[in-house]
């Protein structure tokens, strides 16, 4: 599927020292990271680039460094493998210019030249924004949730898939399906319905409602076992993984609340 870039913006493979310690800056200073455990080496993203990885920049026309992603090449205990994307950043002051979409799409190149056919990245369920750009601007899925994913409490993390070369997508009508009206009082908890799809199917669905805007925690705000929705969060996601649900659409309901779909695997997905 093609798309349309802003044409004042250009992605592109880093492949010098003066870039990789660029991406290096970009990434602290939009995380906000000021502990050096959390900082990232620029010899690290050169040599995951020149051995299976990805480390890619977004520019604009005066070749300022507005977004970056990296990743390196991954398999799982079943024997998958796939290309692992750790981070992506984009600038705050391009938030919405579709810096985001367009690093993620040369990712996309980068890792099918290495042969990867699926990449897979984490991120914060709290935050409908990311989901939202995953699950609709991208078309993944979310196929895992695990608790603490870096070993510290806070870091609860949706697991994410993106099939690199599918051309079908198999939850397309699903992801335009609207939620029922939740609000504020059912955040982190599953509302089931129905959804009845193009062919006439009645499919069930599992709607889990949370904030439409949030705030990342801080590394020293992580404290999933003290935030009420960040316990309710990891019940109702823990228990979606368990039925074998993805996520696949986090759809904004109104200023407040926004809400994720999940539903059954395809029987081809299973098969996988």
């Not at 592109?12 to 660029?22: D, I, K, P, Y």
């Not at 991406?23 to 200073?29: H, V």
């Not at 980068?110 to 984490?122: E, F, I, P, Q, S």
């Not at 759809?251 to 395809?266: E, F, K, M």
Request: aromatic share 10%; with cysteine.
């Amino acid at each position: 599927m093609a798309h349309m870039f802003p044409s004042s913006l250009r992605a592109e493979t880093l492949t010098s020292g003066e870039q990789f310690g660029a991406a290096a800056d970009l990434y602290t200073r939009v995380f906000g990271y000021e502990r050096p455990e959390f900082s990232l080496n620029p010899n690290l993203l050169s040599a995951l680039a020149r051995n299976g990885g990805s480390a890619v920049g977004v520019y604009t026309i005066e070749d300022e460094l507005i977004g970056f992603a990296y990743g390196f090449a991954g398999r799982d205990r079943d024997g998958s493998e796939f290309h692992y994307s750790q981070a992506a950043v984009v600038d705050t002051a391009y938030q919405d210019a579709g810096v985001g979409r367009l690093a993620k799409e040369h990712q996309r190149t980068v890792a099918l030249g290495w042969g990867h056919r699926t990449m897979r990245w984490t991120f914060d369920p709290v935050l409908a924004r990311n989901a939202h750009f995953n699950f609709t601007s991208l078309r993944s899925e979310g196929v895992g949730f695990v608790p603490d994913y870096y070993g510290r409490p806070g870091t609860d993390r949706v697991v994410v898939e993106w099939r690199l070369e599918r051309e079908d997508d198999p939850f397309e009508d699903l992801r335009r399906a609207q939620p029922p009206a939740l609000g504020r009082a059912d955040w982190g908890r599953v509302t089931r319905t129905t959804v009845t799809r193009p062919d006439g199917v009645i499919q069930d669905a599992a709607w889990l409602a949370v904030p439409a805007q949030a705030a990342p925690l801080t590394n020293d705000e992580e404290q999933t076992g003290r935030d009420p929705l960040r316990a309710r969060l990891r019940e109702s996601l823990t228990g979606l993984a368990d039925e074998q649900r993805v996520l696949v659409a986090c759809t904004r309901i109104d200023t407040s609340t926004a809400a994720y779909l999940a539903v059954g695997r395809p029987d081809e997905e299973e098969a996988r």
